[in-house]
C-alpha cells in the first residue's frame, strides 16, 4: 500500500484578505498562488498551507491545528509579529531538549503552534 503524504493544510476564512496578510507578515511565508477572494496558498519548502473561503471548502469543514516549524533562534522574533499583527498567545510549553512549541489564535481565532528545536548542546 502507499504511504500518504499531506499535501495542503488550510484554515476555512470569512476575509482571507486579513488572514492572508496576517501569516504572510507574522510567519513570512510568501503566497504561492490566489484564486480571488476563494482561496490563497503559501509556499512552503515540503509542504503547503492555505486560506478557504466558505464556498469554496469542503462542507462542514472545521478547524485542524497546523504547526509551522521555526528555527529555535527566531522563535522570539516570530512570537513579536504574531503578537503585533494581530495574533494571540495562548500558551508556551518547553519540552527541554526536545524543544519549544507556542500555541497562538489568529485574528480569526483559528488555533496554530509554532514549534522550534533545541539547539544541539
Known amino acids: 500500500m502507499a504511504e500518504a503524504d499531506i499535501q495542503t493544510v488550510y484554515f476555512v476564512s470569512k476575509d482571507i484578505a486579513r488572514l492572508e496578510n496576517f501569516y ?5 511565508m510568501p503566497v504561492q498562488f490566489r484564486d480571488e477572494n476563494k482561496w490563497t496558498q503559501f509556499r ?7 486560506l478557504s473561503s466558505a464556498e469554496e471548502a469542503a462542507q462542514g469543514a472545521v478547524g485542524a491545528v497546523p504547526v509551522f ?8 522574533e516570530v512570537q513579536q509579529k504574531i503578537l503585533s499583527s494581530g495574533g494571540q498567545l495562548l500558551a508556551q510549553r518547553d ?8 500555541t497562538y489564535k489568529d485574528p480569526e481565532e483559528n488555533i496554530f503552534q509554532v514549534f522550534s528545536k533545541s539547539s544541539p548542546r
Not at 504572510?24 to 513570512?28: F, K, N, R
Not at 512552503?44 to 492555505?50: D, K, M, N, V
Not at 516549524?69 to 522570539?76: K, M, W
Not at 519540552?95 to 507556542?102: L, Q, S
Open 24 to 28: 504572510a507578515s507574522s510567519l513570512g
Open 44 to 50: 512552503l519548502q515540503r509542504s503547503a498551507f492555505a
Open 69 to 76: 516549524h521555526v528555527a529555535g533562534e527566531a522563535q522570539d
Open 95 to 102: 519540552m527541554g531538549t526536545h524543544g519549544v512549541v507556542a
